[in-house]
């Protein structure tokens, strides 16, 4: 089945710091990835959905100067969270689709220090 | 509004006994139902999915789940639990988000599976 790699699997990073988050779609082209955020034993929750060639669509309350999403091509996803605080710590998910399936990434656990 | 519920926030089940995680749908239309399994620090994987056809879906690791559309359900079972089967397992529903012109998925809460040795 189709992969999503995502990098890196973990981070720490202190606070007021940038990190940037990688999703690659390896042998399938992704027009859209979908970025959610996971808090310990909750679901996910869409924080944006990211198009190739275009602008990100951000869910109502979340911070899009915070989160940039960058769809560079069709294989590559971006999210960086800027100026990072101990409340963005959380796992991060990346989603890829290809016809009626989802793929997933294998998430990054963010903690700021 | 589309939705998915999972009524459960854990089940606890004996190994060898039969197991069962519920989820109830509400959605517009035809629904595209799935199963994911999340293990610790990992993203999910992909167990099984209704489009259409059979009402009883057949997937990974010896899961099935049954699509009843009278009761608007879609519970996830297992005739024989496995220790290695705990996990946290989300049901989810495919819908058109208008936003992005694209299909996204909306999950349940989740369900923390734990099977006892």
């Known amino acids: 089945g189709a992969v999503v790699s995502q990098h890196p699997s973990w981070v720490i990073c202190k606070s007021g710091t940038s990190v940037k988050i990688e999703c690659r779609s390896l042998d399938f082209q992704a027009t859209t990835m979908f970025w959610y955020r996971q808090f310990p034993k909750q679901s996910l929750m869409l924080m944006a959905t990211s198009n190739e060639g275009s602008k990100a669509t951000y869910e109502q309350g979340v911070e899009k100067d915070k989160f940039l999403i960058n769809h560079a091509s069709l294989t590559l996803s971006t999210l960086t969270v800027t100026s990072a605080h101990p409340e963005d710590s959380s796992f991060y998910i990346c989603?890829?689709?290809?016809?009626?399936?989802?793929?997933f990434g294998q998430g990054t656990r963010l903690t700021v220090v | 509004a589309q939705s998915v519920a999972q009524p459960e926030d854990q089940v606890n089940v004996a190994e060898g006994n039969p197991l069962t995680v519920k989820c109830t749908y509400s959605v517009s239309g035809n629904p595209y139902l799935f199963w994911y399994v999340q293990y610790p620090n990992r993203g999910l994987q992909f167990l099984l999915k209704?489009?259409?056809?059979?009402?009883l879906v057949k997937g990974s690791y010896g899961f099935e789940a049954e699509f009843n559309k009278s009761q608007t359900s879609f519970h996830l079972k297992k005739p024989s639990a496995l220790v290695s089967d705990s996990a946290l397992y989300f049901c989810?529903?495919?819908?058109?988000?208008?936003?992005?012109?694209?299909?996204?998925?909306?999950f349940g809460k989740g369900t923390k599976l734990s099977v006892i040795p």
């Open positions: 209704y489009i259409t056809g059979d009402n």
């Open positions: 989810a529903v495919r819908v058109f988000y208008s936003g992005a012109g694209s299909y996204q998925l909306t």
């Open positions: 989603q890829g689709h290809l016809n009626t399936e989802a793929f």
